[in-house]
């Protein structure tokens, strides 16, 4: 499956799914710019930009701040690539295996600021609240099958978090409780 985008297209181990075979893209005026992260190739995508380094010389760590993607935590990683990126259409899928939830945050100010100058667009597959969270944004849910639109506070992962929060032990003492032998 091929990954990245229209400047640094790598291959990567992953299966093609269904998005990739049946997805496809028309947007009007043409855009030229975007990106497909996938947290589970991105990798294989620091792989690539130091085989390009290595290759081509040190220029093609420059949108990525001058350094390794390896050379930085996963977190700093992803927020150097993105912050490598100015308009375009992204696709991305669950970007909360890379960040903190404080990272999170400072990732929706971003997108906000990458949104606002209305030159992208977004779609994101997320099961992060704090990332669900982005306001007037269209959330949908799969749910036994069918996608349909949805209400923040209504998600799963919404109501899961909150129950959480509220009473951890309502969901810990059920695991750790010890059991006679």
């Known amino acids: 499956m091929k ?17 990739t075979t049946n997805l496809a893209l028309s947007w009007l005026p043409k855009i030229n710019h975007g990106f497909f992260f996938r947290a589970e190739t991105f990798y294989a995508f620091a792989d690539y930009i ?3 380094a ?13 350094k390794s993607l390896h050379a930085r935590s996963h977190g700093e990683s992803f ?6 990126r100015y308009k375009g259409f992204f696709i991305l899928d669950e970007p909360e295996a890379a960040l903190s939830p404080q990272r999170q945050i400072e990732f929706l100010a971003r997108l906000k600021s990458l949104l606002s100058a209305g030159q992208s667009q977004v779609i994101m597959a997320t099961h992060s609240p704090i990332l669900m969270a982005y306001p007037n944004c269209q959330l949908l849910e799969l749910q036994d099958g069918v996608l349909r639109e949805t209400a923040y506070q209504q998600t799963a992962h919404y109501k899961t978090y909150r129950r959480f929060l509220e009473n951890p032990l309502l969901y810990l003492n059920p695991i750790f409780e010890e059991t006679p032998e």
């Open 50 to 52: 130091d085989a390009l």
């Open 54 to 66: 290595k290759e081509n010389g040190p220029t093609a760590l420059g949108p990525y701040g001058r």
């Open 79 to 84: 927020t150097a690539l993105f912050d490598s």
């Open 3 to 19: 990954g990245g985008g229209k400047d640094h297209i790598y291959d990567s181990e992953t299966n093609l799914n269904q998005l």
